[in-house]
């Protein structure tokens, strides 16, 4: 960025940025945050990162102080999820780094774009055990996308330009960048590169013309073609191109968990999730594909079940992905083209035409009639689909919603219809407990005229609950939707199926008083008990002007329906509750 | 299992190593061997892996270490004409007055006896592993103490014949 550039960015603040001005470390980081557009910093001060947040004290970035580092590094999560900038998030040396690990993993898991900062003691400390010490490049190194320690301060600029560039292109993921308390202290006249040039990082990848042919004549062929659509339509800001090439070429769409709202789900051509706990009309159509279009999908097991020899078994893949080392990695390809889902959607759209799918269609929409979602309502009980199709009837699949994991997750994967993109904020890798809810407020923060709506487990809500205080320090109106089932849900439908009902350590029935806990962060409580109680408490939520905590207490023995047991195939689907 | 040669480019920063060997750790990959050291350009170290693996698994470690940001580029010499080379270094239990009969056995193999003792001698042999799989053999009755070996060292050949280009 040219030195005219940055002083236009930062007109806002009235503060100029010198190019040769000397600055300490501390300073040097936080003018590269604000010369990379970043609005809001997450994090929790420590002796190690002393001189950036004495920096912070006087910067125009914003900064919300978490309870937790865990809780920090979720809401930088949940705001990149929810923007597709970059989160970023600060944390002091050994325990301060460490706490982040969980966050680290889980963005590294599902591709998502985190500039982490950690402090470290001084070099001269480095590899003594020093207090509060920790190698945290070192544990992060397979967690991350990259990671850095900043030796010297003329290499922060640098790193730092480097660490955005590498999180955000290509296939995004966290960045580490772990700067020593003596490179903080230490002054040097700053410089910010125009731009990176990184030797061996090849993040740009355009399909051939060749790829391009190929892949029409595929579908040309199809008589049965599905695309599996998954978070790289996301990642890749693709929605509108997925949703064109869709319409034009009547094929039919499933998203992934991860590619939820990648493309609308209540649209004619939608046939919502697959795998596991997925449709019956996603599975079969699957099953009975002759030809499966993967976007930005990485086949994991949640999807071939892990027996990825009988996944798809009549179809011929192709694999359209940024991330080289995606394609034939768990199943045989017979196309595998390396690149992102726009750009090379953008090349198909034009030459693409209609398949001759009609057949396809009825015979998927009436699997779609024939079995859809379900569950067996009874009379004065909550059932927690229910709260979930509520959610969903209020708010028009219009609401940002994030989720811990587990059996609430599902529900919302199967009962809340998005229709936008980056309106699902969920740990689909990793499968986090307790990233729900900081995601939220990350979520919020980036769009505070949106609803967002953190669904949580009773089990991950008292992981990192503590963040509540958040919502009243800074007025952040999310709506928290606890499931509270008194158990750790999943685990307790895996115990009943699979352990004979030895429902081992999976009671929470001494959970707090919710609503109580909620007032004494400053939060409004509320709780429903009935379908009726939970209308009308959720009316009263939703135009209240501010954080509410809801405590819907769901019924305690449901399970999720339907189920493929891991280890089996597809077609060996338990519809469950009728 | 299939052995593959595979060389590749790194930055030479602190840590590189470590990231390399961590990937075959985390991906589930073996490493036979791996020597690291300086290449023709400063700035940039080459290691040498001797890894195993059917072609998919080969594949696709080749595809996960090109998403190393410090790799600069990954060659699987092995599936071409190569060069290689590892050096190794016996001790052999033997008094002086075997010598002789120990210099018939490593002069075939160009090898050397590089250090004598009271009661051991050492060789040096260099070549490919199977040169000093067959002279550790022949070495084997005499009493090995002690042996050290590098990892292999390999590059292209640079005249590739018509047949092994296709």
Redesign the interface.
């Known amino acids: 960025m040219s030195v005219e550039a940055a002083a236009l960015t930062n007109r806002i603040s009235g503060a100029d940025i010198g190019m040769g001005e000397v600055l300490t470390g501390a300073e040097t980081l936080l003018r590269c945050l604000i010369l990379e557009q970043v609005e809001y910093v997450f994090g929790y001060p420590g002796g190690a990162v002393l001189p950036i947040y004495d920096s912070l004290y006087s910067s125009r970035l914003k900064h919300i102080l978490t309870r937790h580092e865990q809780g920090a590094i979720h809401a930088a999560d949940g705001y990149a999820r929810a923007t597709g900038k970059p989160g970023v998030v600060i944390a002091t040396s050994g325990p301060g780094a460490t706490n982040l690990v969980t966050g680290i993993a889980t963005a590294q898991m599902d591709s998502i774009p985190l500039v982490c900062i950690t402090g470290n003691v001084a070099q001269h400390l480095i590899g003594s055990d020093a207090f509060q010490e920790a190698n945290i ?2 544990i992060t ?2 967690i991350t ?2 990671n850095y ?1 900043v030796r010297d301060i003329r290499d922060l600029p640098r790193i730092v330009k480097e660490a955005f560039y ?1 999180a955000t292109t290509g296939r995004p993921g966290p960045v580490l960048i772990d700067i020593p308390k003596d490179v903080s202290n230490a002054k040097a006249p700053f410089y910010y590169p125009e731009k990176v040039e ?4 090849v993040p740009t990848r355009v399909p051939s013309d060749e790829d391009i042919e190929k892949f029409l004549q595929v579908i040309q062929a199809a008589k049965k073609p599905v695309i599996l659509a998954g978070g790289g339509v996301i990642a890749a800001n693709a929605d509108s191109e997925l949703l064109a090439f869709a319409e034009k070429t009547r094929i039919p769409v499933i998203n992934t968990f991860m590619g939820l709202g990648g493309f609308p789900g209540d649209h004619e051509l939608a046939l919502n999730m697959p795998g596991m706990h997925g449709s019956y009309a996603a599975n079969q159509a699957l099953l009975n594909a002759d030809c499966v279009i993967g976007m930005g999908a990485r086949f994991d097991d949640r999807i071939t079940m892990g027996r990825t020899k009988e996944f798809a078994p009549h179809a011929k893949i192709v694999h359209i992905d940024i ?3 995606e ?3 768990n199943v045989a390809t017979m196309l595998p083209i390396a690149g992102d889902v726009k750009s090379t959607l953008r090349k198909v759209l034009p030459l693409a035409q209609a398949c001759d799918t009609a057949e396809w269609l009825a015979q998927l929409k009436a699997w779609q009639e024939a079995y859809p979602y379900r569950y067996k309502k009874v009379e004065g009980e909550l059932k927690p689909q229910e709260v979930i199709e509520m959610l969903y009837e209020t708010t028009q699949g219009d609401a940002i919603i994030t989720t811990d994991v587990g059996q609430h997750q599902m529900w919302v994967a199967q009962y809340y219809k998005f229709k936008r993109t980056r309106s699902l904020i969920s740990s689909g890798g990793l499968g986090t407990m307790g990233f729900g809810f900081p995601a939220a407020i990350g979520a919020q923060l980036a769009h505070p005229g949106r609803t967002v709506i953190a669904v949580v487990g009773d089990g991950g809500f008292q992981m990192t609950n503590q963040e509540l205080a958040i919502l009243h320090q800074y007025n952040v109106p999310v709506k928290v939707v606890i499931l509270n089932n008194k158990c750790l849900g999943m685990v307790r439908q895996w115990q009943e199926l699979f352990y004979d009902n030895r429902y081992s350590q999976v009671d929470l029935s001494n959970s707090p008083d919710f609503v109580k806990l909620a007032e004494a962060y400053g939060v409004k409580g509320m709780r429903a008990t009935t379908p009726a109680e939970a209308r009308e408490v959720w009316k009263e939520a939703l135009a209240y002007d501010g954080p509410v905590v809801i405590d819907f207490q769901v019924t305690e023995e449901e399970n999720v329906y339907p189920m493929v047991a891991a280890g089996n195939t597809l077609d060996q689907m338990v519809m469950g509750d009728e | 299992m299939e052995r593959h040669t595979i060389a590749v ?1 790194v ?1 030479d920063v ?2 590189v190593l ?2 390399v060997a ?1 990937l075959f750790g ?1 991906r589930g990959f073996n490493i036979d061997s791996i020597t690291v050291g300086a290449s023709e350009e400063a700035g940039l170290s080459r290691m040498i892996i001797t890894t195993g693996g059917d072609e ?1 698994q080969l ?2 470690l080749i ?2 270490l ?8 990954v060659t699987h010499l092995s599936k071409d004409p190569m060069v290689s080379r590892e050096l190794a270094l016996i001790k052999v239990d033997a008094t002086p007055s075997q010598l002789v009969e120990l210099n018939g056995i490593v002069e075939p193999f160009r090898a050397s006896i590089v250090d004598i003792g009271p009661n051991s001698l050492i060789v040096q042999v260099t070549g490919d592993s199977d040169k000093i799989d067959a002279l550790l053999v022949l070495l084997q009755p005499y009493g090995i103490r002690e042996l050290t070996r590098t990892g292999c060292i390999a590059m292209a050949r640079s005249i590739v014949p018509a047949a092994a280009a296709v």
Do not use: F, W
């Open positions: 490049t070192g190194l397979p996308k990259h320690m590498i990184i030797r061996g990082y991330d080289p080392a394609l034939g990695k | 480019l930055n602190p840590g470590t990231r961590n985390q998919r594949d696709q595809k996960q090109n998403k190393l940001i410090d790799v600069i580029s």
